[in-house]
């Protein structure tokens, strides 16, 4: 089905699935149900909203964590050709104002979470004119009430939408250097959500675990989830989810690798637990829910060891590969074809090639651009092809498979090139270390580890730094003498980590 706009696809929501469940989440200790109706009626009535506020076409930001108000505010501003801003919920107040006014924003949007952005909002980003709470049930002097706004504004809703036209702009949460704010339009975000077919039955339960403000889950849990026909579950905190798991009951689900990483600590666990023979799949049944088959893993690198460790407790993981600038799936595993190690298979919509070993790619998913970045626009895309900054190649049959990135290359006195990901990838099998980054120490290859302390007390491990030389001196002992780890930092505390759960890079 030729869909090209977020538009086309919530009113094909609607036409196909109507009173199916579209989102459940929880309202204090009940299950709140909206079904797609309700979706399509609720983003008309925002867009309305909009029209009698005079925002329509601007703007406008949403500022909060994976809600059913965040989600029909993003539908009610993109369906009546604004420009949807998501914000990180988590960065400090005057990172939020600045991100703002770079992306002359000029609504807000807010949970109040974070009413504190909104207290200080007037203030230091004067062209914002109007300011939302989604969860305020009255209007104040200030302040307007999301809740109010769809009570008052419900109709029908039209206005015509160009495929080509901006849709988001998403600030890249960025492991070095200034975030950037990627555009993206609407045939961007629609082409990488349809397709790929992965023939996930209509009602399928998922439940959505990543920050909405990421595109990752934008994309592929809430897009895709719409176009699909899935139920979606709203996780409500990450210090809930095993909880939550039993209550939604989802068959599948999006992660980054380190959630895959603890989850597997927990399945690891729950067998120590149990009684002997008990099958891992009964375990994992508990543990998680009862009904969870799919995990699609993103974001991140994951070791592919985690798709045959999953595997023995009856889940099947989907490793993809992409980034916020192709909207983001450049690739995909599925379940009929998967190739171990690779990052899957080249999306549908996208090709690519290798320039200086760096990944090139091109398709309908790349971005428009930097929104008033030219010259950082200009160095990322070539005649259309975006430049990944990753190295990797593409085998004969079109899977992908990612060696590292090339800012963070290594290059050694003697002219040899060394990944640090390849490194990293390597040692982080080793149960000993939960955290590490490799990177060049003043001409040598450096190592700083966070070691898993639960598994080195459990183990009677008493002397940490010895344990870990001896890590580092097993490994040296298989590698080249220019891949050798020379220099070991064990460090206390857990690194200092983007949004996206990934280590930043100094």
């Given at each position: 089905?030729?869909?090209?706009t977020l538009q086309e696809i919530i009113r094909h929501g609607v036409e196909t699935y109507g009173d199916q469940a579209a989102f459940r989440y929880k309202v204090k200790k009940s299950i709140e149900e909206k079904t797609y109706t309700q979706v399509y009626k609720d983003s008309m009535a925002f867009s309305r909203a909009l029209e009698v506020l005079g925002k329509q076409g601007k703007h406008i930001a949403l500022l909060g964590t994976t809600t059913y108000a965040w989600i029909i505010s993003y539908f009610g501003t993109t369906n009546s050709a604004g420009t949807a801003v998501p914000i990180d919920a988590q960065l400090p107040a005057e990172a939020?104002?600045?991100?703002?006014?770079?992306?002359?924003?000029?609504?807000?949007?807010?949970?109040?979470?974070?009413?504190?952005?909104?207290?200080?909002?007037?203030?230091?980003?004067?062209?914002?004119?109007?300011?939302?709470?989604?969860?305020?049930?009255?209007?104040?002097?200030?302040?307007?009430?999301?809740?109010?706004?769809?009570?008052?504004?419900?109709?029908?809703?039209?206005?015509?939408?160009?495929?080509?036209?901006?849709?988001?702009?998403?600030?890249?949460?960025?492991?070095?250097?200034?975030?950037?704010?990627?555009?993206?339009?609407?045939?961007?975000?629609?082409?990488?959500?349809?397709?790929?077919?992965?023939?996930?039955?209509?009602?399928?339960?998922?439940?959505?675990?990543?920050?909405?403000?990421?595109?990752?889950?934008?994309?592929?849990?809430?897009?895709?989830?719409?176009?699909?026909?899935?139920?979606?579950?709203?996780?409500?905190?990450?210090?809930?989810?095993?909880?939550?798991?039993?209550?939604?009951?989802?068959?599948?689900?999006?992660?980054?690798?380190?959630?895959?990483?603890?989850?597997?600590?927990?399945?690891?666990?729950?067998?120590?637990?149990?009684?002997?023979?008990?099958?891992?799949?009964?375990?994992?049944?508990?543990?998680?829910?009862?009904?969870?088959?799919?995990?699609?893993?993103?974001?991140?690198?994951?070791?592919?060891?985690?798709?045959?460790?999953?595997?023995?407790?009856?889940?099947?993981?989907?490793?993809?590969?992409?980034?916020?600038?192709?909207?983001?799936?450049?690739?995909?595993?599925?379940?009929?074809?998967?190739?171990?190690?690779?990052?899957?298979?080249?999306?549908?919509?996208?090709?690519?090639?290798?320039?200086?070993?760096?990944?090139?790619?091109?398709?309908?998913?790349?971005?428009?651009?930097?929104?008033?970045?030219?010259?950082?626009?200009?160095?990322?895309?070539?005649?259309?092809?975006?430049?990944?900054?990753?190295?990797?190649?593409?085998?004969?049959?079109?899977?992908?498979?990612?060696?590292?990135?090339?800012?963070?290359?290594?290059?050694?006195?003697?002219?040899?090139?060394?990944?640090?990901?390849?490194?990293?990838?390597?040692?982080?099998?080793?149960?000993?270390?939960?955290?590490?980054?490799?990177?060049?120490?003043?001409?040598?290859?450096?190592?700083?580890?966070?070691?898993?302390?639960?598994?080195?007390?459990?183990?009677?491990?008493?002397?940490?730094?010895?344990?870990?030389?001896?890590?580092?001196?097993?490994?040296?002992?298989?590698?080249?003498?220019?891949?050798?780890?020379?220099?070991?930092?064990?460090?206390?505390?857990?690194?200092?980590?983007?949004?996206?759960?990934?280590?930043?890079?100094?």
């Amino acid at each position: 089905m030729e869909l090209h706009t977020l538009q086309e696809i919530i009113r094909h929501g609607v036409e196909t699935y109507g009173d199916q469940a579209a989102f459940r989440y929880k309202v204090k200790k009940s299950i709140e149900e909206k079904t797609y109706t309700q979706v399509y009626k609720d983003s008309m009535a925002f867009s309305r909203a909009l029209e009698v506020l005079g925002k329509q076409g601007k703007h406008i930001a949403l500022l909060g964590t994976t809600t059913y108000a965040w989600i029909i505010s993003y539908f009610g501003t993109t369906n009546s050709a604004g420009t949807a801003v998501p914000i990180d919920a988590q960065l400090p107040a005057e990172a939020i104002w600045e991100l703002l006014n770079r992306a002359d924003v000029e609504m807000l949007v807010y949970d109040e979470i974070r009413a504190d952005v909104a207290a200080g909002v007037r203030e230091h980003c004067p062209q914002i004119s109007c300011v939302v709470s989604m969860q305020a049930e009255q209007d104040s002097d200030v302040v307007l009430s999301f809740n109010q706004l769809l009570q008052n504004n419900q109709g029908n809703f039209f206005t015509q939408i160009q495929p080509d036209q901006l849709c988001t702009i998403l600030f890249t949460s960025g492991t070095t250097g200034k975030s950037k704010g990627v555009m993206l339009s609407h045939r961007n975000l629609a082409d990488n959500a349809i397709s790929q077919d992965m023939k996930i039955p209509a009602g399928t339960v998922s439940m959505t675990l990543l920050p909405i403000n990421h595109v990752y889950c934008l994309t592929m849990d809430i897009i895709k989830g719409l176009y699909t026909g899935i139920t979606i579950c709203i996780n409500d905190s990450i210090m809930r989810v095993q909880k939550n798991l039993t209550i939604f009951q989802p068959e599948i689900i999006l992660l980054v690798p380190m959630i895959i990483e603890s989850l597997y600590a927990k399945l690891r666990e729950a067998v120590n637990q149990a009684p002997e023979n008990t099958p891992k799949e009964m375990i994992a049944r508990t543990a998680l829910g009862g009904r969870l088959k799919t995990i699609c893993s993103g974001g991140a690198y994951l070791d592919p060891e985690y798709v045959d460790r999953f595997k023995e407790f009856g889940i099947t993981i989907l490793q993809g590969y992409g980034m916020t600038e192709c909207s983001p799936v450049i690739s995909s595993n599925l379940e009929w074809a998967n190739k171990k190690g690779s990052v899957g298979k080249l999306m549908p919509n996208c090709q690519a090639k290798v320039v200086d070993d760096e990944l090139w790619v091109k398709g309908s998913s790349v971005m428009l651009g930097y929104y008033k970045m030219p010259q950082e626009t200009a160095e990322t895309l070539e005649d259309g092809w975006l430049k990944t900054g990753d190295l990797g190649y593409v085998d004969e049959e079109n899977y992908v498979y990612i060696t590292g990135r090339k800012k963070n290359l290594i290059i050694l006195a003697n002219g040899e090139n060394v990944s640090p990901e390849e490194l990293e990838n390597h040692l982080n099998r080793d149960e000993r270390i939960k955290e590490i980054l490799v990177r060049d120490k003043n001409g040598v290859i450096e190592a700083e580890i966070f070691p898993d302390m639960e598994y080195a007390q459990k183990a009677g491990i008493s002397n940490i730094q010895e344990e870990l030389q001896k890590v580092i001196d097993e490994f040296n002992a298989a590698m080249p003498v220019y891949k050798r780890i020379h220099h070991l930092v064990v460090r206390d505390s857990e690194f200092v980590k983007t949004t996206a759960k990934k280590i930043k890079r100094f």
